[in-house]
């Protein structure tokens, strides 16, 4: 394994194969929170691109949790047991040689790639590298997908914490991305959908629902809206444009948090080989825009 970085003895990258459901029900509960207008994906359907994050998706058992949410690392753990205690879904690449449909049963085949330490502007960090490729009940190649995961030190701040739960005012309003202009949309974020999307996912990660946990332990100003969903959110916008090209890659980013409750637009434009679709967000007028999530297609 490349780019190994000190570790707890005993622990071994190693390969985990499985059979898994492409679940009906999961497939049915994004297309439920996205009530975008588009038909949810029936059994026998293609199942849209990176919605295999729902339809996969497994929950840890509850005496394995540790208390970010994530389950407790060991030298037993499928991940090594990093000694930082922050974790984040950075990005990652994945390829679609194939295709999978809703109600297939596929062959799932995850390792960990390589294990990196790092020194970045915010101190000690530790990216892992987890590859996974899914296989059609056929036995041909759907699905290969490169996972970062980035570990980091313990927030610092002696900033106040709010004694309010802003989070608490904020209520649905409807479908979460909705079109705005002529080729762009907007993404409206609250408790509730956060609260759904980790649900979907089988993602106990505290920092998407647990505001006093975010605030106070974490140090955030507020609930962190998951990565994948932004990342979801922007692969459906090429859904609801009806554009008819396939997507044979792409690439996805996450280089900054957005948080509950701040409107972010959805905002396309054509590249020489597909096209790129990103999360913005501005602070107020005349202030600089923040690229949240950036998701790079590829036409096949």
């Not at 996205?34 to 929950?59: E, M, S």
């Not at 994530?70 to 990093?82: D, E, Y």
Request: hydrophobic share 40%; with cysteine; glycine share 8%.
């Amino acid at each position: 394994m490349a780019g190994t970085s000190d570790l707890p003895p005993g622990w071994e990258a190693r390969t985990v194969t499985t059979e898994e459901f492409v679940k009906p029900g999961h497939v049915a509960a994004l297309a439920a929170l996205f009530d975008d207008g588009l038909p949810a994906p029936q059994t026998g359907d293609v199942l849209p691109p990176l919605w295999h994050w729902v339809a996969l998706a497994h929950w840890p058992l509850s005496g394995e949790m540790g208390p970010d949410g994530h389950p407790l690392r060991s030298t037993a753990s499928f991940l090594p047991p990093v000694d930082l205690p922050r974790r984040m879904f950075a990005g990652g690449d994945v390829e679609f040689p194939g295709t999978l449909r809703v109600g297939d049963t596929v062959r799932k085949v995850s390792s960990v790639e390589s294990v990196t330490e790092k020194q970045g502007h915010s101190g000690r960090l530790v990216i892992v590298v987890v590859v996974t490729r899914l296989y059609a009940p056929d036995g041909t190649l759907a699905v290969v997908e490169k996972q970062n995961v980035i570990y980091r030190e313990a927030a610092v701040s002696t900033e106040q914490v709010p004694a309010a739960e802003p989070a608490a005012v904020l209520t649905p309003e409807g479908p979460p991305i909705r079109r705005y202009g002529t080729d762009s949309w907007r993404l409206w974020t609250d408790p509730t959908l956060l609260m759904r999307f980790s649900a979907a996912t089988a993602n106990p990660h505290r920092i998407h629902y647990d505001w006093p946990y975010a605030t106070r332990v974490e140090r955030y100003p507020g609930l962190v809206v998951h990565g994948p969903l932004m990342t979801l959110a922007l692969a459906e916008t090429h859904r609801l444009s009806d554009d008819p090209h396939p997507i044979a890659e792409l690439s996805h980013r996450n280089s900054a948090p957005l948080f509950c409750g701040t409107t972010a637009e959805l905002r396309p434009t054509p590249t020489a080989t597909g096209k790129t679709v990103a999360v913005l967000s501005r602070g107020g007028v005349g202030a600089t825009e923040t690229i949240h999530t950036r998701l790079d297609l590829t036409y096949a």
